[in-house]
T-cell receptor, first 116, second 116 residues
Framework: NAGVTQTPKFRVLKTGQSMTLLCAQDMNHEYMYWYRQDPGMGLRLIHYSVGEGTTAKGEVPDGYNVSRLKKQNFLLGLESAAPSQTSVYFC???????????????FGSGTRLTVV | AQKVTQAQTEISVVEKEDVTLDCVYETRDTTYYLFWYKQPPSGELVFLIRRNSFDEQNEISGRYSWNFQKSTSSFNFTITASQVVDSAVYFCALSEKGVNTGKLIFGQGTTLQVKP
C-alpha cells in the first residue's frame, strides 16, 4: 500500500526552465492538493482538485498549473521556473470532506525543488 | 476568513521538561476540524491528532495531550517529559466543513528543539 507517491524527490532547475511534479495516490481518494512549504510560513495551498477533471486555485497559485486527468494522479507544472519557487512541495489526498475528517489526509514525502 | 496562528516560532527545552505548543485559530464555520502534524528532520508529515469542533474533551495519548478550548479558539499541544526524539517542527491546521473543499489551513509551525 504505497499511499501518496511524489516524483521526483529532489530537483534543481535553472531559471526559466519548466518541469512537472507528479503525485500519485492509490487510495481512491477524490480530493487532492498541492502545498508548498517555506521557512516560517507553514504549508500554503497552491492548487487543489475535488475530482477527476476538476482543479481550483488555492492561496498561492501564481506561476503554477495543475491537471487531474486521472483520479489517481495530480500533476503540478512550473512553466517558467523562478528562484521564488524554490521550496519543498507536498502533495496530499483525502476522501470527500464529509468523510475525510474521519479518515484524515495522506501526505506524500515531499519534493525539494531548487531554482537557480 | 480562516486562519491558524502559532505564535511560537522556536522553543528549546532540556530533555524531561514539559512543553506546550500554542495554536490559535479563526473561523466563521460552526463545524470545523483541527489537526496537529509533526515534521521530523527527515521531512515527512506525521499525523498526530484530529479534533472536531463539537468535541471539546481533552485528549491524552502517552506523553502527548491536547487542550481544545472553543471559548478562546485555541488547540494547544503539550508534551510531557520531552525526549530528544520529539525535536521536530509541529504544525497546527484547520479544516472547515462548510467550505466543502477539504482544504487544510496550516499555521506557521513551531520548531521544537529538545536538548539532552
Amino acid at each position: 500500500n504505497a499511499g501518496v507517491t511524489q516524483t521526483p524527490k529532489f530537483r534543481v532547475l535553472k531559471t526559466g526552465q519548466s518541469m512537472t511534479l507528479l503525485c500519485a495516490q492509490d487510495m481512491n481518494h477524490e480530493y487532492m492538493y498541492w502545498y508548498r512549504q517555506d521557512p516560517g510560513m507553514g504549508l500554503r495551498l497552491i492548487h487543489y482538485s475535488v475530482g477527476e477533471g476538476t482543479t481550483a486555485k488555492g492561496e498561492v497559485p501564481d506561476g503554477y498549473n495543475v491537471s487531474r486527468l486521472k483520479k489517481q494522479n495530480f500533476l503540478l507544472g512550473l512553466e517558467s521556473a523562478a528562484p521564488s519557487q524554490t521550496s519543498v512541495y507536498f502533495c496530499a489526498s483525502s476522501y470527500r470532506p464529509e468523510i475525510s475528517h474521519s479518515y484524515g489526509y495522506t501526505f506524500g514525502s515531499g519534493t525539494r525543488l531548487t531554482v537557480v | 476568513a480562516q486562519k491558524v496562528t502559532q505564535a511560537q516560532t522556536e522553543i528549546s527545552v532540556v530533555e524531561k521538561e514539559d512543553v506546550t505548543l500554542d495554536c490559535v485559530y479563526e473561523t466563521r464555520d460552526t463545524t470545523y476540524y483541527l489537526f496537529w502534524y509533526k515534521q521530523p528532520p527527515s521531512g515527512e508529515l506525521v499525523f498526530l491528532i484530529r479534533r472536531n469542533s463539537f468535541d471539546e474533551q481533552n485528549e491524552i495519548s502517552g506523553r502527548y495531550s491536547w487542550n481544545f478550548q472553543k471559548s478562546t479558539s485555541s488547540f494547544n499541544f503539550t508534551i510531557t517529559a520531552s525526549q530528544v526524539v520529539d525535536s521536530a517542527v509541529y504544525f497546527c491546521a484547520l479544516s472547515e466543513k462548510g467550505v466543502n473543499t477539504g482544504k487544510l489551513i496550516f499555521g506557521q509551525g513551531t520548531t521544537l528543539q529538545v536538548k539532552p
